[in-house]
């Protein structure tokens, strides 16, 4: 099969392009954003016509932390949307019959109730920091779910919780959590410093999945063929829930990366940084229910992650 894994560079189209290769089972087609840039129309259509793929995985998107949907809305909203339409709509007009895209669980309400169910979705109002974005992913998956509908495609959605994992973004304002605390404390080793600042209270609930569990789940939803599309099963596949079902406070994630990088200092909460959604646990039942499940535990996924950042990361990146 021809599988076309845009955002391949990405951290986790990366890891999707390290699975499918390791399968060696198919021909895969990529683009840096240099050589298509996804949110250009006429690009993206002459592009598909061209290498007419068998599947496509849209695992390119405008991705960041809190702080970054919160400081850049408009990019946050009008690139997602634009690389979800045009992507989307040019592999239905170039004959694709499979697609897999990639929203987030923070297209559900930011008081769901807690786990979060598929069903939740459109069920109350967003979390305000990153709604531009969520609208974005919601749109994402209407796009899918109407292209079904209307044109018998098999295009599916997952949504992912919080991932984390080799090939992240350690930007120290613009990237998530997981991967700031993991720079910041191993800064804060490297120069000897007593404390480290966590943004927020410490008291917001995150679940954090491994990005090579969140390509395994890719693959295994995309190639769900048993599961064939119709308007009984469009309800279950119109978006699938991928995370741990286990979720931990940030201040419990901060204890467990100054564990990992052996920082002994104190840890100090700046409340002048917003700590978003309370709480943001996935309901993963129905995935569980198809045959799949994370593997790798957080502590394990942490050290693994900060022995890629010790090894494999950009020197400039841990640059001062
Ligand atoms: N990281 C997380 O915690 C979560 C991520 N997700 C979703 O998972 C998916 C992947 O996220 P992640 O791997 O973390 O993101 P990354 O930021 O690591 O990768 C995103 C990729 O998208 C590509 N891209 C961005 N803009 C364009 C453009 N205009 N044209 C072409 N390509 C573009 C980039 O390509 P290039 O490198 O060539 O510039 C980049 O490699 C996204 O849909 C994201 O919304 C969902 C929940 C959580
Ligand atoms: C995947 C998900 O990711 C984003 O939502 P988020 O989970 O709120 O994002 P986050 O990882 O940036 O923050 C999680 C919590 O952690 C606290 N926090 C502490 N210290 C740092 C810190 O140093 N950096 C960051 N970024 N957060 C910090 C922070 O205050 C918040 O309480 C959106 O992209 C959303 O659209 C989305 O899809």
Known sequence: ?????????????????????????????????????????????????????????LAAA?????LANNSYPAQFIYENLMMECNVIHAAWKAGVQKLLQLGSSCIYPKLAAQPMAEDALLTGQLEPTNEPYAIAKIAGIKLCESYNRQYGTDY???????????????????????????????????DGQEDVVIWGS??????????????????????LDRVKYSQETQP???????????????????????????????LSFDTSKPDGTPRKLLDVSRLKRLGWQATIPLE?????????????????????
């Open 1 to 57: 099969m021809r599988i076309y894994v845009a955002g391949h560079r990405g951290m986790v189209g990366s890891a999707i392009l390290r699975q499918l290769e390791a399968q060696g089972l198919d021909e895969l087609i990529t683009r840096s954003s240099a050589e298509l840039d996804l949110t250009d129309q006429s690009a993206v259509a002459a592009f598909m016509q061209e290498v007419r793929p068998d599947a496509v995985i």
């Open 62 to 66: 405008k991705v960041g932390g809190i």
């Open 156 to 190: 599916r959605s997952v949504m992912p919780t919080n991932l984390y994992g080799p090939g992240d973004n350690f930007h120290p304002e613009n990237s998530h959590v997981l991967p700031a605390l993991i720079r910041r404390f191993h800064e804060a080793v490297r």
């Open 202 to 223: 410490g008291t917001p609930r995150r679940e954090f999945l491994h990005v090579d569990d969140m390509a395994a789940a890719s693959l295994f939803v995309m190639g």
């Open 236 to 266: 279950m596949l119109s978006h699938i829930n991928v995370g741990t079902g286990i979720d931990v406070t940030i201040r419990e994630l901060a204890e467990t990366v100054a564990r990992v990088t052996g920082f002994a200092g104190r």
């Open 300 to 320: 394990t996924g942490v050290k693994e992650t900060y022995e890629w950042f010790l090894n494999q990361a950009p020197d400039a990146l841990r640059a001062k």
